[in-house]
């Protein structure tokens, strides 16, 4: 009630001293303030690898097809199921990446983003241990989950961390890195694969400290709710910066599917 009251009567000094300042002034609650973001020296390359996970979906596993269905050969339909691992996670990115992204902006978008990585790491891994089939059909279709947060996420994040040329360099070390990743984490879980079927599914390990580091060192990221607050000094509000990478990320799982179907 002070500032609204100093906001009357010292209009607009007071109000223009900041935008946490002028958020109030407006009438917004403070459960929607936000810190403008300030990128620091690692929030690009966390970004940049954290995002490229995603090509870690399948590749990393298809090597040891073959013995795990050898594995579980006393299980029905077991190599129609092996193979079905290879685009679990596919399925659930397509049915689910519309309705995450609906909420992304409301719920956060580093907060989907390091929940994604969390989840895609967990249920990734999962599979080395789980005893059955099904379990780990179950497991791949939760880290489809994951995938999809982060799918939706990575590239609204540089996004609003950064802009022109910057932008657009971040999103291709970030496909450079995608690229390089798949072909690296192939070649190693091939060799893994021949010491059992269960190692190369500890390579989704790598997301859990990504996720650490994601959560540490990268700041909160400006939503497109926090960017269209009304203010006097505000500009117009712009699009929703996930409507504007919806074109890619579609073609991003539809490619998922034709990979790895």
Not at 206 to 224: C, E, F, G, K, Y
Not at 235 to 241: C, D, L, T, Y
Request: net charge positive.
């Amino acid at each position: 009630q002070y500032v609204r009251h100093d906001h009357r009567s010292r209009a607009p000094a007071v109000c223009r001293s900041n935008r946490n300042v002028r958020r109030l002034c407006a009438g917004l609650p403070v459960s929607s303030f936000v810190t403008d973001p300030r990128p620091t020296r690692f929030t690009k390359p966390v970004l940049i690898a954290s995002g490229a996970l995603t090509i870690l979906g399948g590749a990393v596993i298809a090597p040891a097809i073959p013995a795990l269905a050898d594995h579980f050969s006393n299980v029905p339909n077991a190599q129609f199921q092996a193979r079905l691992l290879l685009s679990m996670h596919a399925a659930a990115i397509v049915l689910l990446a519309p309705l995450l992204g609906a909420y992304a902006d409301r719920l956060g978008l580093k907060r989907v983003f390091v929940s994604g990585i969390v989840i895609f790491g967990t249920a990734g891994t999962a599979g080395a241990i789980l005893p059955t089939l099904p379990m780990i059909l179950a497991s791949r279709a939760i880290m489809g989950i994951g995938m999809a947060m982060i799918m939706i996420t990575s590239v609204p994040m540089i996004a609003s961390f950064y802009s022109g040329r910057e932008r657009e360099q971040a999103i291709g070390w970030q496909m450079a890195a995608a690229t390089l990743g798949g072909a690296v984490f192939s070649l190693a879980t091939g060799a893994l694969a021949e010491k059992g079927w269960q190692y190369p599914f500890l390579a989704y390990l790598i997301a859990l400290p990504l996720a650490v580091a994601t959560a540490l060192l990268v700041p909160r990221a400006q939503t497109h709710e926090d960017a269209t607050a009304p203010t006097e000094t505000d500009s117009p509000p712009p699009r929703p910066v996930l409507l504007h990478a919806a074109l890619p990320l579609s073609l991003s799982f539809l490619a998922q599917i034709a990979m790895f179907c």
